[in-house]
């Protein structure tokens, strides 16, 4: 089994920056992608970005190139979300998530574990 905590949300400015944590545990040894996905009210979740654990290839929403940066840790086996910019309509709970699988894939249903979500706020 794997777990994973996401943390480090909050309240932010329109303009501001925050960064995303994910620590997995357990069996990460059968993990090859973690991604980070956001679900704000109302609406469904959607993809954000992703990264392979080996080569560090990454994925990025078109909605948020160029202000979020995803990378990782893996002696430390967290994963972190820049988020740089930020937007009134960044407004989500934010979900880590991890598959067995080296590409970095938008699809929600391709991830096999997720972690409970950590709110952000961005005020106008």
């Known amino acids: 089994q794997v777990q994973l905590l996401d943390s480090g949300g909050g309240l932010v400015q329109a303009g501001g920056s925050l960064r995303l944590s994910c620590v997995a545990s357990?069996?990460?040894?059968?993990?090859?992608?973690m991604g980070w996905f956001r679900q704000a009210p109302g609406k469904e979740r959607e993809f954000v970005a992703a990264?392979?654990?080996?080569?560090?290839?990454?994925n990025y929403a078109d909605s948020v190139k160029g202000r979020f940066t995803v990378s990782r840790d893996n002696a430390k086996n967290t994963v972190a979300l820049q988020m740089n910019s930020l937007k009134p309509e960044d407004t989500a709970v934010y979900y880590c998530?991890?598959?067995?699988?080296?590409?970095?894939?938008?699809?929600?249903?391709?991830?096999?574990?997720w972690g409970q979500g950590t709110q952000v706020t961005v005020s106008s």
């Open positions: 990264i392979s654990w080996d080569y560090g290839t990454t």
């Open positions: 357990g069996r990460t040894f059968s993990l090859d992608t």
């Open positions: 998530a991890a598959r067995a699988g080296r590409t970095p894939q938008p699809l929600a249903t391709m991830y096999d574990y």
